[in-house]
């Protein structure tokens, strides 16, 4: 259940050598190298794009350092790997990237164990091992207080919201509190719209991805699937407007959570 949605590696890379290592990896993982990134748009292109790893080429690092403590500095995007790589281990080097850059892994290109993509692969095992316990809490029923928090979202209460949810994922501890997050925060998002605080909506909906991305379509009986797409029409048609003319946001396009399938319009109470 740990999704890999559109399997993309971000590579900072210099030289044809190691492009080609790269783009061997890329294959291997059945994945997509992106080369560039959008310096006005980083944030939301990288939280966006959900990468596997964010891969750093330390020759770059001066260039790219930047770009990077902006991904790992924003909480939409701080999450994602970032593996360093070269031709030696130069301890100096290694020590100044992970003060500059704060990357989780270094990798010696010259190594053939581990290869690149078992260090990608490594960095990932933390989220797979919560895939099977995730799958087993989303079978079961939710929490009084869960039900509560989703009540009050439907009937638009979004703050009572955030603090109820966010009251069920400081208590619980197992991988499904992420549903209860990633909804609390695009219930944040919604109060902020009707604030007309177009940053502060967009820099919730952009958090929420990583949480509500990777989970199953359904969960505790709740429609994950529309919800991400009822959120995604919300900040999509936010961001048609622009944060001079927010104030015309069609609040009917801010969607109760559904139980079940939206076919069988079964909304949750």
Not at 18 to 32: F, G, I, S
Not at 236 to 253: C, Q, T, V
Request: glycine share 4%; proline share 4%.
């Amino acid at each position: 259940m740990t999704s890999t949605k559109g399997r993309k590696i971000i590579a900072f890379v210099q030289g044809a050598p190691l492009r080609q290592m790269v783009e061997k990896t890329a294959a291997e993982l059945e994945a997509e190298v992106v080369w560039t990134l959008d310096n006005g748009q980083v944030v939301k292109q990288v939280a966006e794009m959900r990468p596997l790893a964010i891969l750093v080429h330390l020759a770059l690092l001066d260039e790219v350092q930047h770009i990077i403590q902006a991904l790992r500095t924003s909480p939409a995007t701080r999450r994602i790997p970032v593996i360093a790589f070269d031709y030696h281990s130069d301890e100096e080097i290694i020590r100044r990237a992970a003060v500059t850059i704060y990357q989780d892994w270094y990798f010696n290109a010259q190594d053939s164990h581990p290869t690149l993509a078992e260090t990608i692969r490594h960095s990932l095992d933390g989220a797979k091992r919560d895939s099977q316990k995730l799958f087993d809490q989303c079978a079961q029923a939710m929490s009084a207080l869960v039900k509560r928090g989703l009540e009050e979202f439907n009937a638009g209460e979004y703050y009572e919201c955030h603090e109820t949810l966010e009251t069920a994922w400081m208590e619980e501890s197992g991988p499904v509190r992420d549903v209860y997050r990633g909804i609390l925060q695009v219930a944040v998002a919604y109060y902020q719209i009707l604030r007309g605080n177009y940053n502060g909506a967009m820099k919730m909906f952009l958090r929420s991805l990583q949480w509500l991305e990777p989970l199953p379509d359904q969960c505790q009986g709740i429609d994950i699937a529309q919800f991400r797409a009822d959120a995604l029409h919300a900040r999509l048609a936010m961001e048609a407007l622009g944060p001079e003319h927010i104030k015309y946001f069609d609040r009917n396009l801010l969607k109760p959570i559904i139980g079940r399938s939206r076919d069988e319009q079964d909304d949750l109470p």
